[in-house]
């Protein structure tokens, strides 16, 4: 015979209800913990996220900073050819 059998039932009452009380506390603190794992690995991730776009955004303005806003995708071929090999604009683009 077990312990729990020689209690009174008040007793053995009183013990599964607290064993109850442990195993849903038990539940409930993984599932908050689980929630709270999540939040903090999507939160993680837009930072990243944020970081990488600012990032891009920096050097996109960097490139245009340093080329003075002059690109060679805009141009004909018949521009590119007219561009003298002395113009700093030459070098630029």
């Known amino acids: 015979m077990s312990n ?3 209690m009174d039932p008040a ?3 009183g013990a599964a209800a607290a064993a109850e009380a442990s195993r849903q506390f ?3 603190a993984w599932t908050l913990y689980g929630i709270g794992v999540v939040v903090t690995i999507l939160r993680t991730y837009a930072r990243a996220k944020a970081l990488f776009y600012t990032i891009q955004s920096t050097l996109a303005h960097s490139v ?4 003075r806003g002059l690109a060679n995708n805009g141009m004909s071929d018949e521009e ?3 561009l003298s090999p002395d113009d700093p604009e030459y070098t630029l683009r």
């Open 26 to 28: 038990t539940i409930e």
């Open 64 to 67: 245009g900073s340093i080329a």
């Open 4 to 6: 729990f059998d020689l």
């Open 11 to 13: 007793a053995q009452d």
């Open 80 to 82: 590119r050819a007219a």
